[in-house]
Nanobody, 112 residues
Framework: QVQLVESGGGVVQPGGSLRLSCAAS????????MGWYRQAPGKQHELVAT???????NYGDSVKGRFTISRDNAKKTVSLQMNSLEPEDTAVYYC??????WGQGIQVTVSS
């Protein structure tokens, strides 16, 4: 079955950086569009970034210029480099394999 396992979350101070990774199995990764979404307490599920099978990327307005999504087809991983983190980035981050599969989520907390 399809599994998406996130790693790399944690607590970081404002202005800091974190790198999330998602390891995929059970799917043909090379041909699968991938993405990261997040949900903060009391807020709606929000698009963070997507990357297609042809490496086309798309970002949510709130993270443009700060976050970078990438993929490694050989390792079947998708990563999210998050720089200049703000308290508003605090959320549970979810890896998504289009169009049906989700990871369990990983907490990112930005706090001084």
């Amino acid at each position: 079955q399809v599994q998406l396992v996130e790693s790399g979350g944690g607590v970081v101070q404002p202005g800091g950086s974190l790198r999330l990774s998602c390891a995929a199995s059970g799917l043909i990764f090379t041909f699968t569009d991938m993405g990261w979404y997040r949900q903060a307490p009391g807020k709606q599920h929000e698009l963070v970034a997507t990357i297609s099978s042809t490496y086309v990327t798309n970002y949510g307005d709130s993270v443009k210029g700060r976050f970078t999504i990438s993929r490694d087809n050989a390792k079947k991983t998708v990563s999210l480099q998050m720089n200049s983190l703000e308290p508003e980035d605090t959320a549970v981050y979810y890896c998504h394999a289009y169009s049906a599969y989700w990871g369990q989520g990983i907490q990112v907390t930005v706090s001084s």
